[in-house]
Every structure is written in C-alpha cells, then in structure tokens.
C-alpha cells in the first residue's frame, strides 16, 4: 500500500470554499457535508492534533479501553489537551484538568462512547431560547435519524436476560454513517441495577433516543460491533468524505488567528504546522466561509486572539479589536458528573482496568476471535437511570443519604495527607467495584478565565495561560462525593504495583 502526500511551499495561500477550523465530533461532521453536497465545494479541515490510531493505538480504537484517553491525570497524551483549571477552593485548592481530544475525532475519540439524545423538553426550550422552531424535537429528529446507523442487540454475545427495549421508528430506516448499538457485551451486574432502580420508583424506557429520559435502561453507545470498536467523527463522517470526496487534512495544523478584510468578513485563517517547520506561519483562505469549530474551549479563545471578544480583555493583551462582543469567552455552562464507587459481587471491568493477567488473556482472547467480552463493550451502561429533581432525596438508600447529607458525622471521614478528610475508608483490594452510578446535578453557569496565546514567532504554545475558573460554589454535597470518588481512585491506581 503506497500512500501520497500533497506537498507545497509554506508561504502559499490555499483556497478553498470552506475552511473548518477544527477536526472534531461538530467539526468533521460539518466538513463532511459540505463536501458530499451535490455542489461539488471544496472543503479543507484543520487540526492540532493527527490520527488517534497512529497517536493512541488500542487505547482508542479497543471499545473496552474507553477509560484510558479520557483520565487527565496521567502523563501527557498525544490525543488530550489536558486543559488545567485555577486551584479548586472546594477541592482543597486542588488544580484538576478538563480533558478534551486533540485529534481528528475531537472528544469523540477519547470519550466513554455513550450516546444518548436531548429531551423532546429539552429542544424545545433550546428553540425558544434561540427564537428558532427549526430547534424542536420534530424539526431535529430526521437529521438524528440521517447520522446514525443502528444495529440491534446480538444476544448470541449480550445476556438475553437483558432483553433490551427501544424505539425502532427513531433509528431507522438506517441512516448513517456514525455507527451506534449496544455493544457486543454487558456485565451482569446490570439486571440486579435495574431491580434497584425499580425499587426507587424509576420504570424501564424505551431506549435513549426517543426524547424520553426519565427512566432505567441500557445506554447505546458509538460502537461499530463488527469488530468492537470506537466509531467516532473521524471513522464515521470524515473517513466517509475522505472517501467520496476531494476534502483536504491539514493534520497537526493549529489554527492561530483568523483574517478579515476591511468589511470585517472572514476570508482566512493564520496557521502554524507543528514538524519540519515548527514556528512556520502561512495563511489559509476561503472563498465562502471560516467556521469555528474548535469546541468550548478553543473557539472562544480563537476568537478572542482573533479580535472579537470582550473590550477589556482584547485591550489587557494589546489585541486590535475587530469586534467587541461581550459574550465570548464568558457564561460557560457545565454539566456535574459524580461517579461513586461500590464495591460488588459481580463480575465488572475493575480487573481489567487493574490489568490482572488471568482476567486479560481471557478478554483479549474473546476480543480477538469473536469481537465478544469485556473488550467488546463500552464497560459501563449497562443500566443508566435517569432521575427528575423533585425525587425525593429519603428514597435514596441509607449509605447514599450519610454521604451526602449536609448533616454527616465528621467521625465517618477519614483523613488524608493531601486530600485532607475525605468520606469512608477505601475499600480492600482486589476486588469488583462498579463506578457507574454517577448524580447529575443541574447545570451552572461559570466564567472561564482564557487568555489567548502570543502569536509571536517562538512563543510558549500553551493554549491557556491561565487556568479555567473556581467552580468552588458547587453543593458540599458534590464536594464530598467528589472526593470520595477521587480518594478511592487514587487508592487503587497506587496499590496496582
């Protein structure tokens, strides 16, 4: 197999109609369609980052091995950007980092594969936030149905006792080319999870896609179960225009400022190859349209180093302002996700994760001859309840009430030389632990602290100079199960060796 390379002086302008700043899950599904259009547009796609197959291997592209490229706290990944926040005055003044992929596939590369779809209330209050009906459940159902390509559960590789529910009418027909199914395994644990979910009074779904959330049920996941593997933005959209189409990779290509012309419209977009030419600069233009779509992070702050952001901040950094829009950068929603951990009778992915030889030759084995076993699932969902604010907190068990009750005795804290007092003793190891039921909590808003980066030739190339916000605000109650969770994870990880 021979492979071609485009080669061209660094001081050319290339044009095409669109250019896309950003080879992400929004990203390259955007490039993608515009490049199949019937129109016959020239579409290039630009990407700090390359191909995770090359720069992460199995740990990407292995389903069962979802939890490797998404942990922020280990040593520094080709596919990550392990964006750091300012020291956590509600998490003993901790620095912890956001994870977010830099790789063709974005997110989608690194994230724990589940796939779920938004409330029918949920586009509903989108569409009339925005004052745009083409928001609503009914108006966006078709273009969910076009993205994906469902495939049902296989029980020769799936428990039949699972006997999983879901809507057909809104995932077929097929559509595509993001691959979604249930995978092609699932822990047993998952059947006495749902009797529990029951007993708190949650009722089985019909699947996770049909607009309903409030409920108990198995989560899809962006698996291709022909071979068990990660299906993301780039095996699924951007392979897809790759294939049928003339779209141009600019891979390890970072995106610096964008050009406007005297009428303020984007005609380009400064970048810099990382390689050969490490603080080689040269411009990029289009003939339509630059999209931003470098995700929450990145494309604020492209903008901002771009000239379009809040007067105060462009004028602290000596930025010329293009245009001063107060909103950039600014107002972040974030979503709280508490993962507590429980120690359990049933066979889970724990030893796995603690690469225990005996439990990995055998899933290794099943992996490789008949794309089945613990590898071969998302590692995780297979119950997912979701939960309506005004359950009652008394249904919770026992346990769950203690920790999270503003009223817990202190006596059950356990204190630690660097996490200082944190709830419960970490449980013996080896044994099963099944980390999936996570609280969501409702959304706040928070500021993020962003500075761009200098675009000086030579310059330090940290995307963020300064560190995201103090989300200190957040319940006690979170704080606790926060470090809970965190406490026994890094109880586990040093008492691997």
């Given amino acids: 197999m021979t492979t071609s390379y485009v080669s061209f002086p660094l001081s050319t302008i290339h044009v095409d109609d669109w250019k896309v700043i950003g080879g992400g899950t929004a990203g390259n599904t955007i490039a993608a369609r515009l ?12 990407e700090t980052g390359s191909f995770y197959e090359l720069d992460n291997s199995n740990r990407t592209t292995v389903a069962g091995y979802d939890y490797y490229s998404v942990q922020t706290d280990t040593p520094p990944s080709f596919v990550n950007y392990n964006i750091p926040t ?10 912890i980092e956001y994870a977010q992929g830099r790789t063709f596939g974005g997110s989608s590369a690194l994230n724990y594969m589940a796939y779920h779809r938004p409330t029918i209330g949920a586009m509903q209050m989108w569409a009339d936030t925005v004052q745009d009906e083409d928001w609503t459940w009914d108006n966006v159902l078709p273009f969910f149905k076009k993205s994906v390509n469902f495939t049902p559960p296989d029980y020769t590789k799936i428990n039949p006792a699972f006997d999983i529910q879901y809507d057909e009418s809104v995932l077929n027909p097929p559509g595509g080319p993001l691959q979604i199914s249930y995978g092609n395994h699932m822990f047993d644990y998952g059947l006495p999870l749902q009797d529990g979910f029951e007993k708190i009074g949650l009722t089985a779904t019909n699947g996770t896609n049909a607009g309903q959330l409030i409920g108990y049920g198995p989560q899809t996941g962006t698996l291709n179960t022909k071979g068990a593997t990660r299906d993301s933005s780039k095996t699924s959209f951007l392979e897809t225009g790759m294939q049928n189409t003339n779209i141009k990779i600019y891979q390890t290509t970072t995106a610096k400022r964008i050009l406007f012309d ?5 005609t380009g977009v400064v970048v810099e190859m990382q390689g050969i030419h490490p603080t080689a600069q ?3 233009s289009a003939r339509r349209e630059i999209i931003v779509s470098a995700g929450a992070f990145h494309s604020p702050q492209l903008l901002m180093v771009s000239g379009i952001g809040p007067r105060a901040t462009l ?13 950039v950068g600014q107002n ?8 507590l951990t429980f120690k ?26 008949t794309q089945s076993g613990p590898l071969a699932g998302i590692g995780g969902g297979e119950s997912v309840g979701q939960l309506i604010r005004s359950l009652p907190f008394s249904l919770f068990p026992a346990p769950f009430i203690s920790i999270l009750s503003p009223n817990h005795n202190p006596k059950t804290h356990l204190t630690h030389p660097r996490l200082g007092k944190t709830p419960f003793a970490p449980p013996p190891l080896p044994q099963q632990h099944h980390p999936h039921l996570p609280l969501l909590l409702p959304p706040r808003l928070a500021r993020t602290r962003a500075r761009p980066p200098s675009l000086r030739p030579g310059a330090p190339q940290r995307l963020l100079h300064r560190p995201l916000h103090d989300a200190g605000r957040l319940s006690r ?4 199960a926060r470090q809970h969770d965190d406490f026994v994870e890094r109880y586990e990880r040093s008492s691997r060796y």
């Fill in 35 to 46: 490049a199949l259009d019937l129109a016959g547009y020239s579409v290039a796609v630009i």
């Fill in 86 to 95: 300012v020291p956590q005055s509600g998490y003993n003044n901790r620095t």
């Fill in 262 to 266: 005297g009428n303020k419209t984007a």
């Fill in 282 to 284: 040269y411009a990029l």
């Fill in 315 to 327: 004028e602290s950094l000596d930025i010329p302002i293009v245009t001063e829009s107060e909103g």
């Fill in 332 to 339: 972040m929603w974030d979503q709280p996700w508490i993962g």
């Fill in 344 to 369: 359990t009778n049933y066979e889970t992915q724990t030893q796995v994760i603690l690469n225990n030889p005996n439990i990995t030759a055998s899933a290794v084995s099943q992996y490789l001859n």
């Fill in 477 to 480: 109650r979170t704080l606790i």
